[in-house]
């Protein structure tokens, strides 16, 4: 498969400019009661909420549009990406169906979604040559990672730093960072160093 990067740069933006637009109109039909701090953002898809639908809708197109990016860029030549995006789109797909305390299998999906998603930023290194970018790439996974990972700690130790809220968001932005830095890098070729001269 030929690698088509604009085409791929179109879908990881249109994925993360649906998901905040979503996420935006969402919170404030639901306001003054949903807090971006306090509230998490499946809340949001809770069924019998505000425009609760389209944020549901939001989680799967997301998840879809980030693995249809992944597979545009790479041709499918490099697996580790297109898995892991393969990971958060399930993971979004469970998140959008199985709905914030319906059980284990929301907690899956969302874990799936944010791991997913994060190691998708990290294995983007492949996709430029730049520095800049791939300390991007690697800050802005890593970062995504270490928050989901203080998010469970908190839960596991029943201590709080900040709230759970704020981590959740703290591990699903820099997903959505990440893509917006990816299409930028995709959309524009690589600058290529000009031949060296071969002296007689």
């Known amino acids: 498969?030929?690698?088509?990067?604009?085409?791929?740069?179109?879908?990881?933006?249109?994925?993360?400019?649906?998901?905040?637009?979503?996420?935006?109109?969402?919170?404030?039909?639901?306001?003054?009661?949903?807090?971006?701090?306090?509230?998490?953002?499946?809340?949001?898809?809770?069924?019998?909420?505000?425009?609760?639908?389209?944020?549901?809708?939001?989680?799967?197109?997301?998840?879809?549009?980030?693995?249809?990016?992944?597979?545009?860029?790479t041709g499918l030549r490099c697996r580790l990406l297109v898995t892991f995006a393969a990971a958060n789109a399930v993971g979004n797909l469970l998140v959008a169906t199985v709905h914030a305390g319906d059980g284990a299998i929301h907690l899956v999906g969302a874990a799936l979604a944010i791991a997913g998603g994060n190691a998708a930023a990290l294995a983007g290194v492949s996709l430029h040559p730049g520095r800049r970018y791939r300390l991007i790439c690697r800050l802005l996974g890593g970062a995504g990672l270490v928050s989901l990972a203080v998010l469970v700690a908190q839960a596991w130790a029943g201590v709080e730093v900040a709230p759970a809220p704020v981590w959740e968001r703290a591990s699903v932005y820099p997903i959505l960072a990440w893509q917006v830095c990816a299409a930028v890098a995709v959309a524009r070729p690589a600058i290529s160093l000009p031949a060296r001269r071969q002296h007689p």
């Open 1 to 73: 498969m030929t690698p088509r990067p604009r085409a791929a740069a179109t879908a990881w933006i249109l994925g993360a400019a649906a998901y905040l637009t979503a996420e935006a109109l969402a919170a404030a039909a639901y306001r003054p009661s949903y807090s971006y701090v306090d509230d998490y953002i499946s809340d949001l898809g809770v069924p019998g909420r505000p425009l609760a639908a389209l944020m549901n809708a939001a989680f799967m197109v997301q998840g879809g549009l980030l693995l249809v990016g992944a597979v545009l860029a």
